[in-house]
C-alpha cells in the first residue's frame, strides 16, 4: 500500500505541476487544445447573462425505491435463492478476476482488470473529437430559506454546448467565478435518470428539482464549483440510440475537452450516476482525487436473470456483464483515486444494500480497505443513522463533510453551508 500511495502522490504532482498556482485552469494547456471557445468557456470572469430567479421551495418529492424492503436482509431474502449451483451467478462467477486471482496485489489486480476492460469494452469506443463549445452565462438567484439561507444567494453559471461532427452535449458549469477560492477544484456530478432534463431539474430550474430535491441547486448555493451534464436520451444533449459506448464516448468528451483543464477533480454520481462513475473510474484522464459512489450497487450478474432490477438501457452491454462485476471497476478506481466513498441511505432498495455488503465489500477487502462506507445508513438495516429518513437521493450533509475531509483547507466552506448533526 506503501508503493501504491507514493504512486497516486507523484501522478498527482505530475498533474498539478501542468496547471499554473492560483488559477482554476491551465491557460496553457487551454490555448494548446484548439477547441474554439474552451478559454470562454473556463474564464473565469463574471458574465451575468441571463438572470433566473429560481422557483421555491424545492420540491419535497423523494424518489423511493419501489421495492417492499429497504434492508439488506431483505435483499439477501430475493437475492441469495438465486445464486445456487447452475444459476447465472454461478456461470458468471468462474469468468470474474477476482475468482481467478483472489490473491493479487492491489495494483496487480487493477492492472488486470484495466487490461480486460480494454479489450472488451474501451476497443468498442470512438472518442468523439471536440470542435466547439457554444458558450451561455446565465446567473442563478436562489431565494431566502431555499437551503437553510436567510438571505438570497447568486450563483454564476454556464451553460456548455460541446460539439463534435452533428452530436451535441450539454453540461453547466457552476460557480466558474470561485474556481480560484477553491484551488482549482471542482466537482463534476454526473447524473443518473430522474426525468427529462435532468442538470435543470437538479439545479431547481425545472420541476422545482423533480425527485432530487434540487441538489445541484444546493451544492451550488455552497458557493462550490461544480459541473454536471446531460447524457443522451435523457436531456439537451443530442438524442441516440441507448448503449454503452455512446454512454462512455459522452464521459469521454467532457473528461479530455473540460476536466483535464481543472487543478483537481472530486466525483460525485446517484444511481445511475454512480454506475456511470463505476466505468468512469477505469479511464479518466483528468486529476479526480476523490469520488462518492451513492446509492446504487445492485449486482450486474442481477441483469442477465430476470427480473432484471436496477437496469439501464445506457449502460446495459451483455458483453460486459458476461466479464466484470461493478467491484471491478471500483477496485480500478481506489487504485487510480486516494479518496473514496460508497453511501446508501434508509430509502433506498435493499437489493443494491445486499450487493453492497456482501458481494462488493467482501470482493474489494481481499486487496484493500482504502474506502469508507457512508450516507445515512451505514450499516444496511434499511434504519437511517442520522434521523434523516432519506430516501434515493444524496445526504448532502454527509457529501460535504466528505469533501471537507478530503480537500482539507482547499475546500473554503461557504458561511451559508448548513452544518452536519
Same mark, same amino acid.
Given at each position: ?85 447452475g444459476t447465472v451467478f ?35 469506443v470512438d472518442t468523439p ?127 479530455? %475537452?473540460?476536466? !483535464?483543464?481543472?487543478?483537481?477533480? @472530486? /466525483?460525485? #454520481?446517484? +444511481? ?6 463505476? &466505468? ?89 480497505? %482504502?474506502?469508507? !462506507?457512508?450516507?445515512?445508513?451505514? @450499516? /444496511?438495516? #434499511?434504519? +437511517? ?6 430516501? &434515493? ?29
Amino acid at each position: 500500500m506503501i508503493i501504491v500511495t507514493l504512486q497516486r502522490l507523484q501522478r498527482g504532482i505530475a498533474v498539478a505541476s501542468l496547471m499554473l498556482t492560483g488559477c482554476g485552469v491551465s491557460r496553457a494547456d487551454v490555448a494548446a487544445s484548439g477547441i474554439p471557445n474552451l478559454t470562454e468557456a473556463l474564464d473565469s470572469r463574471v458574465i451575468t447573462g441571463r438572470v433566473i430567479h429560481v422557483q421555491g421551495p424545492p420540491s419535497d418529492r423523494r424518489d423511493s425505491d419501489t421495492l417492499p424492503g429497504t434492508s439488506r436482509a431483505f435483499g439477501r431474502s430475493t437475492l441469495g435463492a438465486r445464486k445456487g449451483p447452475g444459476t447465472v451467478f454461478q456461470s458468471l462467477r468462474a469468468r470474474w478476476l477476482s475468482t481467478q486471482h483472489p490473491d493479487a496485489k492491489l495494483e496487480v489486480i487493477a492492472g488486470r482488470i484495466r487490461d480486460r476492460y480494454e479489450k472488451i469494452v474501451l476497443n468498442r469506443v470512438d472518442t468523439p473529437n471536440v470542435t466547439h463549445i457554444d458558450v451561455e452565462p446565465m446567473t442563478l438567484v436562489y431565494p431566502s430559506n431555499y437551503y437553510e439561507n436567510t438571505e438570497p444567494i447568486t450563483v454564476h453559471l454556464k451553460r456548455l454546448s460541446l460539439r463534435a461532427g452533428d452530436r451535441i452535449l450539454v453540461a453547466y458549469y457552476a460557480n466558474y467565478d470561485r474556481i480560484q477560492l477553491h484551488d482549482g477544484a471542482v466537482i463534476l456530478q454526473i447524473n443518473g435518470h430522474f426525468g427529462l432534463n435532468p442538470s435543470r431539474q437538479g439545479l431547481g430550474l425545472d420541476h422545482r428539482g423533480g425527485a432530487s430535491g434540487a441538489a445541484l441547486g444546493k451544492i451550488a448555493m455552497q458557493h462550490l464549483p461544480l459541473l454536471t451534464y446531460d447524457d443522451h436520451n435523457e436531456g439537451e444533449s443530442s438524442n441516440a440510440s441507448p448503449d454503452l459506448p455512446r454512454t462512455l464516448e459522452n464521459m469521454q468528451m467532457i473528461d479530455r %475537452a473540460l476536466l !483535464t483543464h481543472f487543478k483537481r477533480v @472530486d /466525483g460525485l #454520481g446517484l +444511481s445511475g450516476g454512480t454506475e456511470r462513475w463505476y &466505468h468512469f473510474s477505469v479511464f479518466f484522464q483528468c486529476n479526480v482525487q476523490s469520488v462518492y459512489y451513492a446509492g446504487f450497487a445492485m449486482p450486474l450478474w442481477t441483469r442477465l436473470d430476470p427480473p432484471h432490477f436496477g437496469s439501464d438501457r445506457d449502460t446495459h452491454d451483455e458483453l460486459f456483464i458476461r466479464n466484470f462485476q461493478y467491484a471491478d471497476l471500483a477496485l480500478v478506481g481506489i487504485y487510480r483515486i486516494p479518496h473514496v466513498a460508497f453511501a446508501h441511505n434508509a430509502g433506498e432498495a435493499g437489493g443494491s444494500k445486499y450487493g453492497y455488503f456482501e458481494e462488493m465489500v467482501p470482493i474489494i477487502r481481499q486487496y484493500t480497505d %482504502a474506502f469508507e !462506507t457512508r450516507g445515512g445508513d451505514r @450499516d /444496511g438495516d #434499511g434504519i +437511517s443513522d442520522t434521523g434523516r429518513d432519506l430516501a &434515493h437521493e444524496y445526504d448532502l450533509l454527509d457529501y460535504f463533510a466528505f469533501l471537507d475531509a478530503v480537500r482539507g483547507a482547499s475546500s473554503s466552506p461557504a458561511a451559508v453551508r448548513p452544518k452536519a448533526e
